[in-house]
């Protein structure tokens, strides 16, 4: 796996530079459901700012492009990109580089989301390009393997997510909980100020409590929030896991 290039020769970030999203993190990211975007988007962000708050627990969002700035403008929490482009800025029409993430207000971005691959080669420019400007950098894994191969570019977080779970109602933690206890293992034994989250399937304070049982610092989370009839609800019952 080629390592993060550091361009200023520092090696890898500290740790305090590793994790400034916060220890634990409860990270929603909103995808491109119809019901979580523009006015949608910012609601939610809310929401999730005034439970987090509550529960005492960091939180980030990643809404969809588009809305990344109204949301950076108006929340006190970090909004984060879904996925950058390892590009310079310059004549890039209609990708989104790191530079344009900052600029908006976004404190870092995901890459490598099962539902938007890179080539690790890929993973390991943005991830530079991202550290070059101050951005944390959540990088997404589907297994062990994946996961010990991209913590190689010593991001701030790790993202373990079994793609079949994505989305279902059968969680990552009850389902595959080898896959969190071995992404936790492979990752610590590569890149140990690297944080891992997990996703797929997290549902229930249970799901989260169970995560973290396995040696997770936090949880990503997608559906069981932007599909529920009662966000506020949903978020505050997820949140609970953390105590
Ligand atoms: O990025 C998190 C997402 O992939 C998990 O999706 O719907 O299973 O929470 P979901």
Not at 35 to 43: I, K, T
Not at 105 to 114: A, D, E, K, P
Not at 134 to 155: S, T
């Amino acid at each position: 796996m080629p390592s993060a290039r550091d361009p200023a020769g520092r090696g890898p970030p500290s740790p305090t530079e590793l994790a400034p999203l916060g220890e634990r993190l409860f990270l929603l990211n909103l995808k491109s459901y119809p019901a979580c975007l523009g006015d949608a988007a910012l609601e939610l962000g809310r929401l999730l700012e005034e439970a987090a708050a509550s529960a005492g627990v960091p939180a980030a969002i990643a809404p969809a492009a588009p809305d990344l700035g109204r949301l950076a403008s108006e929340l006190t929490i970090p909004v984060l990109a879904q996925h950058v482009d390892p590009f310079d800025p310059g004549a890039r029409t209609g990708y989104v580089v790191p530079e344009a993430v900052l600029a908006a207000g976004g404190r870092g971005s995901l890459l490598n989301h099962s539902e938007h691959r890179l080539a690790p080669p890929e993973v390991a420019e943005a991830t530079t390009r991202l550290h070059a400007i101050g951005l944390a950098v959540v990088v997404c894994a589907q297994d062990v393997d994946d996961a010990r191969l991209l913590a190689g570019v010593h991001p701030a977080y790790l993202a373990v997510e079994p793609p079949e779970l994505i989305g279902g109602d059968r969680s990552v933690s009850m389902a595959r909980p080898e896959v969190i206890s071995g992404s936790v293992a492979a990752v610590r034994s590569v890149a140990p100020a690297t944080r891992v989250l997990c996703g797929a399937g997290v549902h229930s304070s249970e799901d989260v409590r169970r995560a973290l049982e396995l040696g997770s610092h936090g949880v990503l989370v997608a559906s069981a929030v932007t599909r529920s009839s009662d966000p506020a609800l949903a978020l505050s019952e997820l949140l609970s896991g953390f105590s």
